[in-house]
């Protein structure tokens, strides 16, 4: 199981970095090119957030921030796909502020489910 969170939380921490790195590049108008890699990249983080919050569960971690993992990846997926129809216009930017936000949050959830994996008791075999 620690195996596995391990694997889960790196691949969180290399995604978030690619898609910050993206996310940058967009708001300045640069690699328009590279959305569908920025969407996969966001796939592969919220699967890895969603494994770990399975993981979690399984581990004897209390279940609320398991849940609340579930959910905001949902919560990631849908603002993520929908946020180019969000406050078009000159207030858009809040939409993208929103979008770092609660990418970045998502990562955060991952890491405290990380942590709370690692330091679970191991079961006795």
Do not use: D, Y
């Not at 849908?78 to 930017?93: C, E, R």
Request: net charge positive.
């Amino acid at each position: 199981m620690r195996i596995a969170a391990t694997v889960a939380q790196n691949l969180v921490r290399l995604s978030g970095l690619v898609l910050i790195v993206l996310g940058i590049l967009f708001w300045t108008g640069n690699a328009l090119a590279l959305v569908p890699l920025h969407i996969l990249a966001g796939l592969v983080l919220v699967l890895c957030l969603w494994t770990l919050a399975a993981v979690a569960l399984r581990a004897g971690v209390p279940a609320g921030l398991a849940v609340l993992a579930f959910a905001w990846g949902l919560l990631v997926v849908a603002l993520g796909l929908t946020q180019t129809n969000l406050l078009v216009g000159s207030a858009h930017w809040l939409i993208q502020v929103l979008h770092l936000a609660v990418g970045v949050s998502a990562i955060g959830i991952a890491e405290g489910l990380g942590v709370r994996i690692k330091s679970a008791p191991v079961p006795a075999t």
